[in-house]
């Protein structure tokens, strides 16, 4: 059995472990297969979401993330997905010129969105010639009309907009969007769209997505590889317990919808459970079953070749 297939079984299995907030776990054999699992992934909720809405409209971030959705430029996915449906948004961006190194808009459009057929009025990205506050409430009144038009979708629980995706990254320090280890901006729950101008990370000014609009997503990826990440994935992913640092990516939660986390062995390897050795990678999935009395943990081995 190769890991591929046991991402299918990951899959079937995380859909009825209803009551583990950290969602579901596809580890992937190298960055190839993560590449082709995620275009996969990208394509069947693009498909349901037209199917159902007659739109999708998904969130982008930096980062690697652009260029593991690279597949998507290719066959079949050129060809089979409904482009001209697409409504493209970030859930975070560097307050630069369109034009900059750092800019998130270029790096989507340089990577994705110049090479395959997206309706350009659809690809909403920031005003880059205004304050960081100013781009992060302009933003917030663009997403705004949207949701009024239902190009998105709002939340029933919420006054949110509920994307059809937002797809993440995850830094070292556990950060996703422009949401950082101890930053204030991990406390605003009235605003959709908020900035900041200390970022941790050049360059400072950027603004973001709060925590209650990526929780109110119908689906939720975090894509993160690579060796340098697998402590914060640990932490982010891993029942630590009471001291367990709080993480930013640990807060993603999605309140109604899926949280899908796309990782390659690297990425992987400090997770719980998990064990290489001989050429062999084995991997315990915990289900937790809630039941009168307390919370049981119950293990399942799989052993991949």
């Given at each position: 059995m190769n890991l591929k297939l046991v991402g299918k079984i990951v899959k079937s299995m995380a859909l009825s472990e209803v009551n583990n907030d950290r969602g579901e776990l596809r580890i992937l054999e190298n960055l190839d297969e993560l590449r082709t699992d995620l275009a996969d992934y990208i394509a069947e909720l693009s498909e349901a979401a037209v199917k159902e809405r007659g739109v999708f409209a998904i969130a982008l971030s930096g980062g690697s993330l652009i260029d593991l959705m690279g597949k998507l430029c290719g066959a079949p996915y050129n060809k089979t997905i409904d482009w001209a449906k697409w409504y493209i948004f970030w859930a975070d961006e560097r307050v630069v010129a369109k034009n900059h190194s750092d800019s998130n808009y270029k790096l989507a459009k340089d990577g994705l969105l110049s090479k395959v057929p997206?309706?350009?009025s659809h690809v909403h990205s920031i005003n880059d010639s205004v304050s960081a506050e100013e781009a992060a409430d302009e933003y917030m009144f663009v997403i705004r009309q949207l949701v009024k038009t239902r190009m998105v979708s709002v939340s029933d629980i919420s006054d949110c907009p509920?994307?059809?995706l937002i797809?993440?990254?995850m830094g070292p320090d556990g950060h996703i969007a422009s949401l950082f280890p101890n930053h204030s901006a991990l406390d605003e729950t009235d605003e959709w769209v908020t900035f900041i101008i200390d970022s941790p990370k050049p360059p400072p000014e950027r603004i973001t997505f709060t925590l209650p609009v990526i929780n109110s997503a119908s689906n939720v990826a975090m894509v993160v590889t690579g060796e340098r990440k697998a402590e914060a994935v640990h932490l982010a992913i891993d029942n630590i317990g009471p001291d367990c640092p709080s993480l930013p990516a640990r807060l993603v939660q999605p309140t109604k919808g899926k949280l899908v986390w796309f990782l390659d062995k690297?990425?992987?390897s400090k997770l719980d459970g998990l064990q290489f050795s001989d050429g062999k990678f084995g991997i315990h999935f915990?289900?937790?079953?809630?039941?009168n009395?307390?919370?049981e943990s119950q293990c399942k081995r799989f052993?991949?070749?």
């Open positions: 997206i309706v350009p509920k994307f059809d797809l993440l990254g690297p990425a992987a915990v289900r937790r079953e809630k039941t009395k307390s919370w052993s991949v070749v």
